[in-house]
């Protein structure tokens, strides 16, 4: 009988809201405005962050790339330990300190400069610190979106919008950034970044629909529930299928694009703007993704719209393997490489979050986008080791055909995964647990 209450509750919850987008919801776009803001602030850092390590102290190529490495070794490290504690505490008070410390992190670094007191050693300790705190921020918004979504039925218009926020970002935020350090040095365009983290912190201050009290078990053993999570994921064959592929797609877009950017570099021998052009296009493509994936999944069966994006994803490396003839032709063909990896990948991460959301309970979901990030940037982490390796043992062209066969490889495996089979989404997993 409480199942029942509890699914009838539910039905008249999203057939009262179904009918009006989430351009109505308030708290939820004070949330998406902030985190907008913050992603673009971020691709200063990223550009800002090296700059300031070359050009203050003459860092050597190996100085920048531990640099790189410490920003995102926390999500290997850290990321299933602190979704096993955002499940425990409430997530908006988690993301406001996470990006309090980003701000003032970010915010030291021209300070300590203008002072003349920044390291290199100091420099690479701050990037590591905002690297922990972005880990905390990033297993955190992603669990906290639903609570301001509530109808389960807006959860692929929520990704929809975080997803183009976060292709813009990728796409306005190079050429902001490099704007902004030519006009205002490196240390100082990361002012820039620390001030998108006040205004995401100033969003997160204004939301006013209540976060529930995280359920409170008998039994709070962080590796018992670290376990747990995984086991989650592992067990649930939706959620198990989406952490492999996912895991296999990281793998092969990281490798891909390093080893791009060393045969264009050594072999094509392509001007950095041409370079940067082509990367530039690859974000277009993940922008418009993002764009069409709402109707995508409305006109399509949802499995159909996952199955056509991720072999996009998978089968764009063969032009980069099979490009030849002019220069000209050449970039024609690397450019539509990434546009059609990218475009496929805008739509696909728009279907895999809302999957994500709907197959998870509130009190797993940090656990659960902690063992994907992990995943995720564990297939990164490997691919970009994988591309160095390849590269100098095949050369560009020959790690390109390696890599293409072996995206193609996965794209033969994705035809047996059940989310292809998926008509749309299922039943929020909170009605199917009661």
């Known amino acids: 009988m409480a199942s029942a209450q509890v699914a009838a509750a539910g039905a008249e919850a999203a057939a009262g809201n179904s ?71 409430r997530r908006r ?68 919008k975080t997803g183009v926020s976060s292709s813009t970002a990728d796409v306005a935020g190079p050429g902001l950034a490099g704007i902004l350090v030519s006009a205002l040095t490196a240390p100082a365009a990361l002012i820039v970044d620390a001030f ?7 969003s997160l201050l204004l939301i006013r629909t209540p976060e529930p009290r995280p359920e409170q078990g008998a039994r709070r053993h962080i590796w018992s529930e670290l376990r747990d999570g995984l086991g989650w994921v592992m067990r649930d064959r939706i959620l198990r299928a989406l952490a492999l592929v996912g895991f296999c797609c990281n793998f092969s877009m990281i490798t891909v694009w390093t080893m791009f950017l060393l045969h264009g570099t050594h072999d094509l021998h392509l001007a950095p703007s041409v370079l940067g052009g082509i990367f530039a296009t690859a974000s277009v493509g993940g922008l418009i993704g993002a764009l069409i994936s709402g109707r ?45 990896t990218y ?6 991460n728009v279907i895999i979050v809302s999957l994500r959301q709907t197959s998870t309970p509130a009190s797993m979901m940090g656990r659960m986008t902690a063992a994907f990030r992990t995943l995720l940037f564990g297939g990164g982490a490997l691919g970009g080791l994988s591309a160095g390796l390849l590269t100098g043992a095949l050369g560009g062209k020959g790690a390109l055909t390696v890599a293409a066969i072996g995206s193609a490889a996965v794209a033969i495996g994705l035809f047996a995964s059940p989310v292809t089979r998926l008509p749309a989404l299922p039943s929020p997993a909170e009605l199917r647990v009661q």
């Open 296 to 340: 995508v999944i409305k006109r399509f069966r949802l499995g159909r719209g996952y199955l056509v994006a991720q072999l996009a994803l998978l089968l764009g490396p063969s032009l980069l393997a099979t490009a030849a003839g002019p220069d000209w032709l050449v970039i024609a063909m690397c450019v539509a490489s990434f546009f059609v």
């Open 343 to 348: 475009l496929g990948l805008g739509v696909a």
């Open 196 to 202: 998108s983290y006040l205004v995401s912190v100033i």
């Open 19 to 89: 009918s009006r987008s989430l351009w109505h919801n308030k708290d939820f776009l004070t949330f998406w405005l902030g985190e907008t803001v913050s992603l673009l602030g971020t691709q200063v850092t990223t550009l800002a962050l090296p700059l300031t390590a070359i050009r203050a102290f003459g860092a050597s190529d190996e100085q920048v790339g531990l640099l790189r490495f410490l920003q995102l070794v926390p999500y290997l490290g850290l990321a299933l330990i602190f979704g096993v504690w955002v499940d425990r505490v």
């Open 93 to 160: 008070r988690v993301m406001l300190a996470a990006n309090l410390v980003r701000m003032v992190l970010l915010a030291l670094v021209p300070v300590l400069y203008w002072a003349d007191a920044l390291g290199m050693v100091t420099l690479t300790v701050i990037a590591c610190a905002v690297g922990v705190a972005s880990v905390l921020f990033d297993v955190s918004w992603m669990s906290y979106v639903p609570t301001l979504v509530r109808d389960p039925g807006h959860y692929v218009e929520a990704s929809a």
